[in-house]
Structures are given as structure tokens and as C-alpha cells.
Nanobody, 127 residues
Framework: QVQLVESGGGLVQVGGSLRLSCVAS????????TGWFRQAPGKEREFVAV????????RYADSVKGRFAISRDIGKNTVWLQMNSLKPEDTAVYYC????????????????????WGQGTQVTVSS
């Protein structure tokens, strides 16, 4: 079992920045690729970003490329999502998730590949 706890959400104006944190406990965090997903009201959950087990490979949704950055510190069991130039359409509940991928470079964008999920943190971007 892996427990994930997100923090860092809040209310921000258009163009502002937030940094989300995801702290893991339980099994060895380095055994998991870690992704961020989000879900806006009335919409399906969508992929945002993912970082590989070794931290050397990242992938982003087209909608956030160039604005968001994912990083991790294995020693601190923490993954961050730095979000810059925020837009109203970024408003959603953001979830951290862990994928028990075997490959050190694996980076899945599919939510069904992820076994463990946090409770989510609300991000609201006001115009």
C-alpha cells in the first residue's frame, strides 16, 4: 500500500502560480511512477503530468506544456507540480497517483494504470 497526500491548492488569479505537493508513505516510493490528474466539475478526470520512477523522464498534457513542471525527490518521498501562468480552465481538483510500473523510464498517461490515489486538492483560478 502507498498513501498519498496532496497539498498546495488554493485560489489564485489568472496568470498566477501554485506549487502542489504530493507526499507518499508506505511502500518504497521509488518503485512507482507518479502522475498528476485533474477533474473539473462535470468533466472526466484527465491526465496532467507524470514523472518516471528514476525522475529522468516526464510527460505533459498538451494543455499544460510550457506552463507546468513536475519533479520529484525520492529521498523526501515527494513529488511536486509547479503550475505557472494559470488559466481559468486549470480550475479543478488535482490528484496525485502512483503507478507500480516496472520500467524505470515508464510514464503512463492512462489513469487505469495507477493503483494508488490521493484525496485531491482544489485549485481555483479566478479571472
Amino acid at each position: 500500500q502507498v498513501q498519498l497526500v496532496e497539498s498546495g491548492g488554493g485560489l489564485v488569479q489568472v496568470g498566477g502560480s501554485l506549487r502542489l505537493s504530493c507526499v507518499a508513505s508506505g511502500r518504497t516510493f521509488s518503485n512507482y511512477a507518479t502522475g498528476w490528474f485533474r477533474q473539473a466539475p462535470g468533466k472526466e478526470r484527465e491526465f496532467v503530468a507524470v514523472i518516471s520512477r528514476n525522475g529522468f523522464r516526464t510527460r505533459y498534457a498538451d494543455s499544460v506544456k510550457g506552463r507546468f513542471a513536475i519533479s520529484r525527490d525520492i529521498g523526501k518521498n515527494t513529488v511536486w507540480l509547479q503550475m505557472n501562468s494559470l488559466k481559468p480552465e486549470d480550475t479543478a481538483v488535482y490528484y496525485c497517483a502512483a503507478d507500480p510500473v516496472v520500467a524505470m523510464w515508464g510514464t503512463s498517461t492512462e489513469s487505469h494504470e495507477y493503483d494508488y490515489w490521493g484525496q485531491g486538492t482544489q485549485v481555483t483560478v479566478s479571472s
